[in-house]
Structures are given as C-alpha cells and as structure tokens.
C-alpha cells in the first residue's frame, strides 16, 4: 500500500536519510526501529510531506504522492501521530478530536468515529470539555492517537507512543494499536521500545544513520543476535 | 463626577480605537510571530479609503466603513502573499525588517500619491456625527456610540469567527502548533492569509473611525496609534485575542484620564511607561501564562 524508494532528505550540510526503501502492505503493522538520531521522525515527516525530500518517491497504492501537500496526504487516507504528541494544548479535548476530522463534511460519520474514540478511550470523553495542554502524559497520547483516528485513515503512523509512559500503560497503548490495527487500518510504527514493537509487529526494518540496515519479520529480528546486542539491551 | 464620567466616555472610545487595532497585531503575531509593523499602515490606508469614500463618492458613513475595510482585507493579503509569504522560512529578524520596509513604503507611497496635508472629512457628515446627546455636562456624541457599537459588534464577530467556524479552528490550531496543523490537513497558508484579512479589516474600520472622530488624516497617522495599539497588545499579552480586547481598553482609558487631568503632555510616555513595567513585571502579558507542555 504504502512504497518508499531511495528516500534522500537533507538538513543543510546533514544527510539525514540515505536512500531509504521501505514498503508496508495493506493491514500490517510496520515498525521502524533505531537509535536516537537514526532518522526515524524525519522518515515519517517525511512520507507525511511537512519535509521535502531531495530525492527519491513515496507512493500510495500505486500513486506518486511524492509532491503532493500535507494536506492531500491526509485526504487520500494517511494519518500521523507525531513525536512528542503535539496534542493542541489551549484547546479542548473535544476541539482537539474535532480538527483531527478536520477535512470530513460528513457530519454522521464523524459523530459517529467520536463514538468510537471516546469507546477505546473512556477518559477523553470524561476531559473531552477540558483542556488538553491539562491532560496527563498518558491521557495526551491517547487523545493524538484519538485525534489521529478522526480521519478515518487507511494507513496511522505512530512516532513513539511508549515515550515517557509507565509500563503498565506501554502495554495498553500497544493492546490499543493492535485493535486498530484488528479493525483495518494499517500501521507504521516507530519505536525506542524495540522489544514491544518487534513483538507487535509483522515486520520491521532497523535504521542507522539514515541508512536501513537490516529488515526481516517480527519475530525473526527479535531472536537476531545482532539486535538483541544493539537494541534489546542484551 | 461629571468630568469622570464624561472620562470614560472618552476613554472607552479611544480605547476601543485601540482594541481594533490591537487585534490585528496580536493575531498575526499569534500565528506567524511577526510584529506586522504594517499594520498601522493599513488602518492609515483604511482612513484615506474612508474619506475618498465620502468625499468623492459622496457615501455614507456606514457604505464608506464596509468599502474601507473590504479594500483593506485585499490589502492585507496582498502584503502578507507579497512580502512575508517567500520568507515563510528566514529568520525572525529578516522577516522583522521586511515589515519595517513593508510600513515605510505604504507611508511614503501613500505621502507620494496623496501629498503630506492633512486632510478632513466633508464639513456635513463631521457635524451630524459629532451631534448627540447631552446630560448636563456630559457629552455623548453620536460618533462616539458608533465607535463603540461597531467595535463591539466586530469583536463579536471575531469570537464567533475565531471560536465557531472551522477557519476559526484553524487559526487556533496553526498559531500553537504549526506542523501538528499541517498533520490535521489544515492548509497553513490560507489559514495565514485569512488571519492578515480579518487583522486588516478591523484596522481599515478603526482608520475610517478615528479619520471621522478626530477629523484629521495625514499619511503618518498610523504610527502613534499603531505603537499604542501594540503595547495594547502587549499589555494583554501578545497572540491572545480577548488580552488585546483588555489591553486597547485600559490604554484608551489610562490615556485619556492622564490628558482629562491637566497632563496632557505625559499621555504618550505613560502609555511607554506601561509597556515597561508589563515588560518588567509580567513579560508574557495581563492574560498571557507560559504554557509549558508535557513531554
Ligand atoms: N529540522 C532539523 N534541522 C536539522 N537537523 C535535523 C532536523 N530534524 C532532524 N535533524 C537531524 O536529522 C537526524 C535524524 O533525526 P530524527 O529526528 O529523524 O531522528 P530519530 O531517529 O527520530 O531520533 P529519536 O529516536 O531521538 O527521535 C538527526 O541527526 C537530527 O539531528
Ligand atoms: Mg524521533
């Protein structure tokens, strides 16, 4: 569904991604996994159109979106849980939900994917009038994934959903992963926590330095020496 | 009590002259964090449409009002798509200095094409506006009530605006958090150029406004109330709506008061003097917090 071939992004004189590749087909779950600085934030932003690249194609099912704004990007069905969660912090959890739907006129269908969003996270429906910049870090997380839903997409990206939460609440934003990736959408992740994601996932690609270096299933780079030495921690 | 009284009255008009314009900066300060040094050149340029409204098409207040801050909408994104738009990417300070050349050049261009005289608005509509009602000593002109509504009447406007309509959402959402916007599939320019139209249009209705109230436009009219208008802005704290609403409101009113008692000599330093202490005392503005966000 999703095919990236021969990625080049500069940062001025810094060459942040080196001919990446990388495909996900429909219904998988994807991760992308490697150390700080390793190029995985700028591969999403990247794919998403906030950052040109200076090479390379990045096609939906079939079409060059590569020069496409951010914009149709989304409308054609891509949708980015950015880094950090940039959840809109002066605004409500209800507005925040609301302009993940921003370019939907169906009125029903988005009433109806709130429904939805408020099931799989009770807790912003109980915030949904307070806001969000008040909300935890865990509460944040999963309103940008909520948000992010909102556009009904056919393909989420996730930088780091794990980032800064406690284990117990790591485990249930990967069970909430799952079911969305259960109920069809397919997914790309991002992960520090390359034990969960290479668990998650049905396959995975590792990138260092701009560069992908290795790439196998799930379960098969989990048992790579290699990777257990590098990101495993052990 | 009278004098007091007839004080306020003043001071509400003057400070809602202030609020209009202080809208303009803070909201594009809001969302691009440029000091649109322009901007009091548009309220100017709103004035001049004004009179040539009214003197040569010989309209009326309100029609010369609605042409003045239609022609300044056009403006305004004109500047923005001209000027600002190729440096979406430069630094602060280059962006800043465009607006100080974007300013001078519509003072002196204005200067160039209508001569530095001041001028005044046809005798007729002055005197029907400057009528009104009378309480003993207090004096409550027409042009006055007018001031007032129309502000009024615009800030409503621009809450339901800002707060309702999806525009108004992407206003919001561009001006905390630019890349997490673009995610959402708002398009950031427009959504820029619809913040320099409602900014403009605000500032072209006080230009038009102050021309009538004061009777008397020149090309540099705009300086001294834009300044005032900025700290206004600042007062309130800078990129929030309702502070510039508060801030043109107490800088009307301080300012007036000051000239009501017999210092009218120190009204423009007390303004400065406010800017500051806001600077010294609360940096970010009456209503402004430092946000921090969780990471
Ligand atoms: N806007 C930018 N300007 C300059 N350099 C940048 C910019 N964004 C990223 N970089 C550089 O590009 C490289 C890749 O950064 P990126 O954020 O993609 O890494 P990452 O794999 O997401 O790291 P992390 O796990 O820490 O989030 C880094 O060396 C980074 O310093
Ligand atoms: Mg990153």
Partial sequence: MLEIRDLNVYFGVIHALKGVSLTVNDGEIVTLIGA????????????????????????????????????????????HVPEGRRVFPAMTVLENLELGAYLRRDKQGIAKDLNKVYE????????????????????????AIGRAMMSRPRILFLDEPSMGLAPLLVQEIFNIIKSINESGTTILLVEQNASMALKTADRAYVLETGSIVISGSGEELAQSEDIKKAYLGG | MDQFIQQIINGISLGSIYALIALGYTMVYGIIKLINFAHCDVYMLGAYIGYYCMTFLHLGVVPSLLIAMILCTLLGVLIEKIAYKP????????????????????????????SPQV?????????????????????????????????????????????????GKAMRAVSLDVDAAELMGINVDTTISFTFALGSALAGAAGVL?????????????LLPGLKA???????????????????????????????????????????????LILIVKPAGLLGRNVREKV
């Fill in chain 2, 119 to 167: 001028r005044t608005f046809p005798p007729h509509i002055v005197k029907s506006m400057s009528a009104g009602i009378k309480l003993g000593n207090i004096n409550l002109t027409f042009m006055q009530l007018m001031i007032v509504s129309v502000t009024v009447l615009l800030m409503v406007l621009l809450q339901l605006t800002v707060k309702r309509t999806r525009i």
């Fill in chain 1, 120 to 143: 799989h996270f009770p807790i912003l429906y109980d915030r949904r009038r307070q806001s969000a910049g008040t909300l935890s870090g865990g509460e944040q997380q999963m309103l």
């Fill in chain 2, 210 to 222: 102050v021309g009538l109230y004061y009777n008397s436009i020149n090309p540099l009219m705009g």
């Fill in chain 2, 230 to 276: 900025f700290v206004a802005a600042v007062f309130g704290g800078i990129g929030i709506i309702p502070g510039a609403m508060i801030g043109g409101y107490f800088i009307g009113m301080v300012e007036t008061f000051v000239a009501g008692y017999g210092y009218s000599m120190y009204r423009d330093a007390v303004v400065f003097a406010i800017l500051i």
């Fill in chain 1, 36 to 79: 700080n600085g390793a190029g995985k934030t700028t591969t999403l932003r990247t794919i998403s159109g906030l950052i040109k690249p200076k090479s390379g194609t990045i096609s939906l099912d079939g079409a060059d979106i590569t020069g496409l704004p951010a914009k149709e990007r989304v409308r054609l069905g891509i949708s």
């Fill in chain 2, 87 to 114: 440096l979406r990417n430069a630094t602060r300070i280059a962006v800043l200095i465009t607006a100080i050349g974007v300013s001078l050049f519509l003072e002196y261009g204005t200067m160039y094409f209508v």
